[in-house]
């Protein structure tokens, strides 16, 4: 019990819990974007086919919209350890060595964001520098673009913080384990998405070990 206190209120536990809204409010944009993009759609064949007005600039739109509902959510999904992982060797092993396993991935993966990040920043400066437009309805473009560096620099944050709880754990194994993805069994992962939905992910693990 005293171990558990001592890690809610370590410095790693609080920059977890403390970058928790970010993530929650950019997969909360990402919603957004699709359910407006939704409205959309149905706005646009009504319009199209009830008053032959369709919206101007309609596949732009669409276009622009990919990069906040491709991109925004990835932080929180891996914050939920909801990204698609082969577990068939990690799963086979425990202690140490899992938490070494997964702080070697968190650092590569860390190096493959940090490499989308600087050609994403690329893009997007050439796209504010050069005025850059849409075909039809020549919108701009270097918002959409900015997004994407920003979406994934919060990955990299992400990572970041479970790369660190994943050493801390290679190095005491019998720590409490804090922002770091923790294997659960279906009857546990069912349970902790449901107190996710319910906006109860303030403890220390939840259903990735970090909330």
């Known amino acids: 019990m005293a171990q558990d206190i001592e890690a809610e209120h370590s410095l790693l536990a609080r920059l977890h819990r403390g970058f928790m809204p970010i993530e929650d409010f950019a997969n909360l944009a990402a919603a957004a974007a699709i359910m407006l993009l939704m409205v959309l759609g149905v706005l646009q064949i009504v319009l199209r086919t009830v008053f032959n007005t369709p919206i101007t600039g309609y596949i732009d739109l669409v276009e622009l919209s990919m990069a906040s509902m ?32 997964e702080a070697v991935g968190a650092a590569l993966a860390m190096f493959i964001i940090a490499v989308l990040i600087y050609h994403s920043f690329g893009h997007f400066l050439r796209a504010y520098t050069l005025g850059d437009t849409t075909i039809d309805a020549e919108f701009q473009t270097w918002p959409s673009k900015l997004l994407v560096p920003i979406a994934f620099t919060i990955w990299w944050v992400r990572l970041a ?24 069994d279906v009857a546990e992962q069912a349970q902790d998405e449901i107190h996710e939905v319910m906006g109860d992910d303030g403890d220390l693990q939840g259903p990735e070990g970090t909330s």
């Open 70 to 101: 491709a991109f925004l959510g990835a932080a929180y999904t891996q914050r939920l350890g909801a990204h698609i992982r082969m577990e068939l060797l990690v799963g086979r092993l425990s202690g140490r060595a899992l938490w070494a396993i």
């Open 161 to 184: 913080l479970q790369f660190v709880g994943a050493l801390r754990l290679a190095i005491f194994p019998d720590a409490t384990p804090i922002a770091v993805v923790v294997a659960k």
